[in-house]
C-alpha cells in the first residue's frame, strides 16, 4: 500500500465533506492545548476535596431526590446534586456541600440500624428512609423545577458501542471524536472514583492518620472510560522530617518487605470484607508482583484493585496524564484503538498472555513521538525544575517537567485524526518486533536487551519491559490485525470515499480473499522474497505454537 496515496485520499476526503457542510465539527480546540493545561497535583488536591465535600446517598427513586435535597439542606449549603441508577435499578444521589464540616454534621446526625452482627462504621455511604409521615413531594426531574444545581444526564453504565451513532457522521475524525466523548470518564464518574477511594482513607484514618488512598491508572490518567476498573493506592503524605522534634515515633521493624506486603493485603482484605459498606467479592492477591485486594464497589458498580505502595505507578500515571493533555489528538487516538483491540478481543479483562491497555496506550504515544506530536521524556526530564524532583521511597527516579505548559513546541503537526489512526496501523502493520524494543524516553527504537515477543521499555523503571506477559503468539495475532485494519480503512476509502469506524472492529475474517492478498502484499513488501499463504500465519524466527488463528484457518 502507498501510504501518500491514502493519506492524499483522507485529505480529499476530508476536504469534500468540509465543502459540502455535512461535517459536525468536533475539532474546534486545535490549538494551544496546553493554554488551559491543570497542573496533575492541583487536578488531584480538588478532586480529593469536593470527595471530602460529598456523600453517597441511595435513595427508592429519583422522586426522592427533592426530599433528600431539603433534608440535607438543612446540614449546610449543597453545590452540586447528582441522580444516577445503576443497572440493578437502584437509585443513587451523590451530594457536594460547599463545606466539609457539613458532612460531618451530617454524618454526626445520621443513625446505624441495630444489628448484633453489624459493626457499626462511619462512611461516607448512606441510604435514605422514607418519611411515613410525610407525602412524598412527587417533583419529578423531567419537570426541571428544582431550585438546585441538579445533574442527570451523567451516566455510571458504558454505552454499548453500537448505540454510539457513528455512522450518522461522516468524517472518521468525527467519529473518533465522537467515540471518545461518549466512553470517557464523565465528572460524575470522576467524583465517585475519589469518594471510592475517600471511604478506604476514612476506614484507616483512626490507625494510621498519615496515610492517603490516591486512585491512580485509567480514572486519573486521561485515558478512563467510564467502566473501567478503579486502581487505588494506599500512600503515606508527603511529610517533611522534622529535624528539631527531639520525640520521635516508635515504628515497628521490619526484615522482608514483600511477606509484610503480602500480609497487609491480607489485613485490608479482611477489613473490607468485613467492615466496609458496599464492598464486595473481596479477594487477596497476594502473589502477584504487586500485590493487590481485589474487590467490587457495588454503590459505584466498579471493580476496584487496591494496592498497598505503588509510588511508581502513581508517577506514571502523572506521565501519562500530561501526555493525554499535550494534544488534542492524543486521546481520541488512544481510546480509537483501545476501543478497536477490545472489540477484535486483543485485549481481555483478566490477565494473561495478551496486549493489555497499558501497554497499548504506550505504543500509540510512541507514534505520536514519531509525529513529533508529543514529546520523549528525555525532554520532559532535561526541563524539570526543582520542585519537580520526585524520587520514590523504593529509589526509583520518577523525575519530569510537570507543566507542560512550560514546554516549547518545534514541530507543528497538522494531521488529522484519520491521519493518524491510518498511521498508526500501517507504522506497527510492518514494525518490526523481532529485533526492535520501543522507548518512549528517547522517542526510538532500541535493540532488544533480551528476548521478549514485544518489549516496550518501562518509562519510569527503564530495566523492566511492560509488555514481558505477551506471547509471540499475540504479537502475531496483533501484527495480523494491525494489518487488517490498515486494509479496511483503506479499502473502505478507495471504494466509497467513506469509513464507518464500526468496520473497524469487525476484526480480520480468514475467509476473505481480498484481505488474504493484502497480506500477502505486505509480508512481500517487508521480506523482498516470494511468500506462501502458509507463511502469512508463521513467524520467522519463532517456532509457532497452536495459534487460535491457526486454529481457525484448519
Ligand atoms: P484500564 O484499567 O484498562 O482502563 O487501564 P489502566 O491504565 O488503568 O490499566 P491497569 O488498570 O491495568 O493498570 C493501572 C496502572 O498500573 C497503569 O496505568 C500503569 O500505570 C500500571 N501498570 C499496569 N500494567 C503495568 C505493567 O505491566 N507494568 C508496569 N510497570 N505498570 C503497569
Ligand atoms: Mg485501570
Known amino acids: 500500500m502507498n501510504k501518500t496515496c491514502s493519506l492524499r485520499r483522507l485529505c480529499n476526503l476530508h476536504e469534500h465533506l468540509m465543502k459540502q457542510h455535512r461535517v459536525i465539527r468536533y475539532e474546534s480546540n486545535t490549538s494551544n492545548d496546553l493554554n488551559s493545561f491543570v497542573l496533575y497535583d492541583k487536578f488531584i488536591c480538588e478532586r480529593r476535596s469536593q470527595s471530602k465535600c460529598s456523600v453517597l446517598v441511595q435513595v427508592s427513586s429519583e422522586n426522592s431526590c427533592s426530599d433528600l435535597h431539603s433534608y440535607c439542606s438543612k446540614f449546610g449549603s449543597i453545590k452540586n446534586i447528582f441522580h444516577y441508577q445503576l443497572a440493578g435499578s437502584n437509585h443513587f444521589v451523590l451530594t457536594e456541600f460547599e463545606d466539609q464540616s457539613s458532612v460531618n454534621s451530617l454524618l454526626d446526625q445520621s443513625t446505624h440500624i441495630k444489628d448484633s452482627n453489624v459493626i457499626a462504621v462511619r462512611s461516607p455511604f448512606l441510604w435514605f428512609r422514607s418519611n411515613a409521615s410525610k407525602k412524598n413531594s412527587k417533583l419529578s426531574i423531567v419537570d426541571n423545577k428544582f431550585n438546585f444545581p441538579f445533574q442527570a ?164 500515571s502523572e506521565l501519562l496524564y500530561i501526555f493525554g493533555n499535550f494534544d488534542y489528538r492524543v486521546r481520541p487516538l488512544v481510546f480509537t484503538v483501545k476501543m478497536w483491540a477490545k472489540e477484535i478481543n486483543l485485549t481481555n479483562d483478566t490477565p494473561g498472555r495478551w496486549i493489555t491497555n497499558f501497554s497499548l496506550t504506550l505504543l500509540v504515544l510512541f507514534y505520536l513521538q514519531q509525529e513529533k506530536i508529543i514529546p520523549d521524556i528525555q525532554t520532559l526530564v532535561k526541563q524539570a525544575r526543582n520542585n519537580d524532583v520526585r524520587i520514590t521511597n523504593e529509589g526509583i527516579n520518577c523525575t519530569f517537567l510537570r507543566d507542560a505548559s512550560k514546554l516549547p513546541r518545534v514541530v507543528e503537526n497538522k494531521k488529522t485524526l484519520d491521519q493518524l489512526l491510518l498511521g498508526f496501523f500501517e507504522y506497527f502493520a510492518s514494525f518490526d518486533f523481532n529485533t526492535n524494543a520501543i522507548s518512549l524516553n528517547f522517542g526510538k527504537t532500541i535493540n532488544k536487551p533480551e528476548y521478549s515477543a514485544l518489549y516496550i521499555v518501562n518509562p519510569l523503571e527503564v530495566h523492566f519491559n511492560v509488555s514481558k506477559n505477551i506471547s509471540s503468539e499475540e504479537v502475531e495475532r496483533f501484527r495480523i490485525e494491525l494489518r487488517n485494519a490498515a486494509w479496511t480503512i483503506d479499502s473502505s476509502l478507495m471504494n466509497t470515499n467513506s469509513f464507518n469506524l464500526l468496520d473497524l472492529f469487525k476484526g480480520f475474517d480468514v475467509n476473505k480473499k481480498s484481505q488474504i492478498v493484502f497480506e500477502i502484499q505486505h509480508q512481500i513488501k517487508n521480506s523482498n522474497r516470494l511468500v506462501t499463504v502458509k507463511d502469512l500465519f508463521d513467524d520467522d524466527s519463532q517456532p509457532q505454537e497452536d495459534t487460535r488463528l491457526n486454529k481457525q484457518l484448519k
Open 153 to 316: 444526564n451523567q451516566t455510571m453504565i458504558e454505552p454499548n458501542i453500537k448505540d454510539i451513532e457513528l455512522n450518522q457522521l461522516d468524517s472518521l475524525s468525527n467519529q473518533m471524536l465522537l467515540l471518545l466523548k461518549r466512553t470517557q470518564l464523565n465528572d460524575i464518574g470522576t467524583r465517585l472514583r475519589f469518594l471510592t477511594a475517600m471511604q478506604i482513607e476514612n476506614a484507616l484514618k483512626g490507625i494510621f492518620p498519615l496515610s492517603r488512598v490516591l486512585p491512580f491508572g485509567s480514572s486519573v490518567n486521561s485515558f478512563g472510560k467510564i467502566g473501567s476498573d478503579i486502581d487505588l493506592v494506599i500512600m503515606d503524605s508527603q511529610t517533611t522530617e522534622n529535624e528539631t522534634s527531639r520525640l520521635i515515633y516508635h515504628g515497628k521493624c521490619v526484615s522482608n518487605g514483600r511477606t509484610q506486603t503480602q500480609r497487609n493485603i491480607e489485613i485490608l482484605g479482611d477489613l473490607l470484607q468485613l467492615f466496609l459498606p458496599g464492598c464486595s467479592r473481596v479477594k487477596r492477591i497476594t502473589q502477584a508482583r504487586v500485590p493487590i485486594v481485589k474487590y467490587s464497589q457495588d454503590f459505584v458498580g466498579v471493580e476496584c484493585d487496591l494496592a498497598v505502595s505503588n509510588e511508581t505507578a502513581v508517577n506514571m
